[in-house]
């Protein structure tokens, strides 16, 4: 059964900081390209960052030197650091994780978490 769990989300004040974090099963994690999406209210999803297998990066524009995104293969996690929050990053937060394989796309999707920040 595959999950994808975040957690990590909270209220922060703006300039501040938070990690999420994503633990993954019943897939083989280390083979997936994972990334994080967030989806404003009234606003679509969009991507935030992602990492492939490798450990390749890439961000957002918008979130570019503010957050890092990282993955632990041995622990079947991914993280996403936040720092220098703003009002723009109020968000619910979801964990993706991707592979095409022999033309097929497997991808799965966490539940969210949602990020405040406000004063």
């Known amino acids: 059964q595959v999950q994808l769990v975040e957690s990590g989300g909270d209220l922060v004040q703006p300039g501040g900081s938070l990690r999420l974090s994503c633990a993954a099963s019943g897939f083989t994690f280390s083979r997936y390209y994972m990334s994080w999406y967030r989806q404003a209210p009234g606003k679509q999803r969009e991507l935030v960052a992602g990492?492939?297998?490798?450990?390749?990066?890439n961000y957002a524009n918008s979130v570019k030197g503010r957050f890092t995104i990282s993955r632990d293969n041995a622990k079947n996690a991914v993280y996403l650091q936040m720092n220098s929050l703003n009002a723009e990053d109020t968000a619910i937060y979801y964990c993706?994780?991707?592979?095409?394989?022999?033309?097929?796309?497997?991808?799965?999707w966490g539940q969210g978490t949602q990020v405040t920040v406000s004063s």
């Open positions: 993706n994780g991707r592979l095409s394989f022999l033309s097929r796309e497997y991808s799965y």
């Open positions: 990492i492939t297998s490798g450990g390749s990066t």
